[in-house]
């Protein structure tokens, strides 16, 4: 089974894909998707109650995704557990064979759900990646080969003086790769992963890119207001809307992304989302001329 440890490791520019997840997910509409993408990327992310919206554990997704011999880069958020349920879905996640992580600081239930769960405050993100490493070491003294462990990270242009002391701290407790949120804004994002290359960062970890496939304004929108820390600049939405077909758009768009983002010095891969569906997340990459099936 292809995984994204290797991805990064090896290959010139990696790819993976967000699963979409509903609250009435089931294993053969995961299986649905992870055959559509797989064939495409190098891993399938699995989100925790993705948009807001309670939905199968990434724990149990994973585990289909395995059972596929898909590789799943599994997400888990602070937020939502406890240490000790924290510490319990890193081990089950080794004990299925999950080797890629993506930890999060996760954020509320949007007020609409009802009732609202309790914030969980039991650990910081930095402590989760910490907790995550110790296991991952005292994994690589049995047969098992231990997590990728990946953290997330906000696209913006940096002070000159910036040293990056929140994704630092990530990085000292364990990160091993850095996922930005959605950037359109190629110029920010160059001079992003320029000053990560300047703090000599990327000696110690991999950057992934996070790129949305779009089907009209209306979604960009909605990617932009309910997603934290989105960039999608104004022209992308009026070349959305002025489009004859905004779904061929999108995907035009997220392909040029993906092409300017694969040039990018520093850039080891991307993560593609999309509010469509799979589909439109293949016709991308195609389009992009990065992968083909």
């Given at each position: 089974?292809?995984t994204?440890?290797?991805?990064?490791?090896?290959?010139?520019?990696?790819?993976?894909?967000?699963?979409?997840?509903?609250?009435?997910?089931?294993?053969?509409?995961?299986?649905?998707?992870?055959?559509?993408?797989?064939?495409?990327?190098?891993?399938?992310?699995?989100?925790?109650?993705?948009?807001?919206?309670?939905?199968?554990?990434?724990?149990?997704?994973?585990?289909?995704?395995?059972?596929?011999?898909?590789?799943?880069?599994?997400?888990?958020?602070?937020?939502?557990?406890?240490?000790?349920?924290?510490?319990?879905?890193?081990?089950?996640?080794?004990?299925?064979?999950?080797?890629?992580?993506?930890?999060?600081r996760?954020?509320?239930?949007?007020?609409?759900?009802?009732?609202?769960?309790?914030?969980?405050?039991?650990?910081?993100?930095d402590?989760?990646?910490?907790?995550?490493?110790?296991?991952?070491?005292?994994?690589?003294?049995?047969?098992?080969?231990?997590?990728?462990?990946?953290?997330?990270?906000?696209?913006?242009?940096?002070?000159?003086?910036?040293?990056?002391?929140?994704?630092?701290?990530?990085?000292d407790?364990?990160?091993?790769?850095?996922?930005?949120?959605?950037?359109?804004?190629?110029?920010?994002?160059?001079?992003?992963?320029?000053?990560?290359?300047?703090?000599?960062?990327?000696?110690?970890?991999?950057?992934?890119?996070?790129v949305?496939?779009?089907?009209?304004?209306?979604?960009?929108?909605?990617?932009?207001?309910?997603?934290?820390?989105?960039?999608?600049?104004?022209?992308?939405?009026?070349?959305?809307?002025?489009?004859?077909?905004?779904?061929?758009?999108?995907?035009?768009?997220?392909?040029?992304?993906?092409?300017?983002?694969?040039?990018?010095?520093?850039?080891?891969?991307a993560?593609?989302?999309?509010?469509?569906?799979?589909?439109?997340?293949?016709?991308?990459?195609?389009?992009?001329?990065?992968?083909?099936?």
């Open positions: 089974m292809k994204f440890r290797d991805a990064i490791r090896t290959q010139e520019f990696a790819l993976s894909a967000e699963l979409s997840l509903t609250p009435d997910s089931d294993a053969g509409s995961i299986i649905e998707q992870a055959r559509i993408l797989g064939p495409y990327v190098d891993a399938i992310q699995v989100t925790e109650n993705q948009y807001g919206a309670i939905h199968i554990s990434p724990l149990a997704a994973a585990s289909i995704l395995i059972n596929e011999s898909i590789d799943p880069v599994m997400q888990l958020s602070c937020c939502n557990r406890n240490r000790a349920a924290l510490i319990g879905d890193l081990l089950g996640a080794s004990a299925v064979g999950v080797s890629s992580l993506l930890l999060v996760g954020k509320k239930m949007p007020d609409s759900y009802q009732p609202q769960p309790s914030l969980v405050t039991d650990v910081a993100v402590e989760l990646i910490g907790t995550a490493k110790v296991i991952e070491e005292n994994l690589e003294s049995t047969s098992t080969a231990g997590f990728l462990i990946g953290a997330v990270t906000r696209a913006h242009v940096p002070k000159s003086d910036w040293a990056a002391p929140r994704l630092l701290r990530k990085i407790a364990g990160a091993q790769f850095v996922q930005t949120q959605i950037c359109f804004d190629m110029n920010v994002m160059r001079k992003f992963v320029a000053h990560l290359v300047h703090l000599k960062l990327l000696r110690r970890c991999s950057v992934v890119a996070d949305a496939v779009m089907q009209s304004a209306e979604s960009a929108r909605w990617i932009r207001d309910n997603l934290s820390h989105v960039l999608i600049p104004n022209d992308v939405i009026r070349r959305l809307e002025r489009a004859e077909d905004p779904e061929r758009e999108g995907i035009a768009i997220a392909s040029e992304r993906l092409q300017e983002i694969a040039g990018i010095p520093g850039v080891s891969g993560n593609l989302i999309s509010v469509g569906g799979p589909q439109m997340i293949v016709e991308a990459i195609e389009a992009s001329g990065l992968r083909g099936a």
